[in-house]
T-cell receptor, first 119, second 109 residues
């Protein structure tokens, strides 16, 4: 099991460009979460998705940010027209089947993150 | 939504001493409480977790306690070692996992 895979590991963009961050969940996991972490700060929830469906996007800015998890392929976090304040580490996590009465189903496993730097 | 408060923000202990980190949460519907350890530049790693139907759980040198009535939970690390130095995050899960702001633990050799 390869674990949660994120790419790229580092991404540099100029202001106004688009950033696309990819996340492949662990094998057998059907739920994906995206978090943002600023330096010296905690992990801020952005969005929670399952295949072809957004479950909760309450933490995601309304403008410029979007996320998807298609039936085939990785989950994508897309940031349009990036600004310097978007510079952060973006972590993806996956879980098997949350909501069922089992600790094993609740566990979130994180990828290595994408460090986005906006020049 | 859920709000998780964590303290202290920094904690320095001598090797061999115990360390305690405390968290409170706001949403009484939250039912799963994991703790993560994050080393500099690395991913958060799950170290221990507890569900709301359990009051305490232990795994070697680490233990977690949960008081659901008071809505607080704590991480206890005994016999600390320099390799325990990292940032520790508590979290509470209702619909999604909400994290505390982190505790930077420094274990002095």
């Amino acid at each position: 099991n390869a674990g949660v895979m994120q790419n790229p590991r580092h991404l540099v963009r100029r202001r106004g460009q688009e950033a696309r961050l990819r996340c492949s969940p662990m094998k057998g996991h059907s739920h994906v979460y995206w978090y943002r972490q600023l330096p010296e700060e905690g992990l801020k929830f952005m969005v929670y998705l399952q295949k072809e469906n957004i479950i909760d996007e309450s933490g995601m800015p309304k403008e410029r940010f979007s996320a998807e998890f298609p039936k085939e392929g990785p989950s994508i976090l897309r940031i349009q027209q990036v600004v310097r304040g978007d510079s952060a580490a973006y972590f993806c996590a996956s879980s098997p089947l949350p909501g069922q009465a089992s600790v094993a189903n609740e566990k979130l496993f994180f990828g290595s993150g994408t460090q986005l730097s906006v020049l | 939504g859920e709000n998780v408060e964590q303290h202290p923000s920094t904690l320095s202990v001598q090797e061999g001493d115990s360390a305690v980190i405390k968290c409170t949460y706001s949403d009484s519907a939250s039912n799963y409480f994991p703790w993560y350890k994050q080393e500099l530049g690395k991913r958060p790693q799950l170290i221990i977790d507890i569900r709301s139907n359990v009051g305490e759980k232990k795994d070697q040198r680490i233990a977690v306690t949960l008081n659901k009535t008071a809505k607080h939970f704590s991480l206890h690390i005994t016999e600390t070692q320099p390799e325990d130095s990292a940032v520790y995050f508590c979290a509470a899960k209702g619909r999604a996992l909400t994290f505390g702001s982190g505790t930077r633990l420094q274990v002095q050799p």
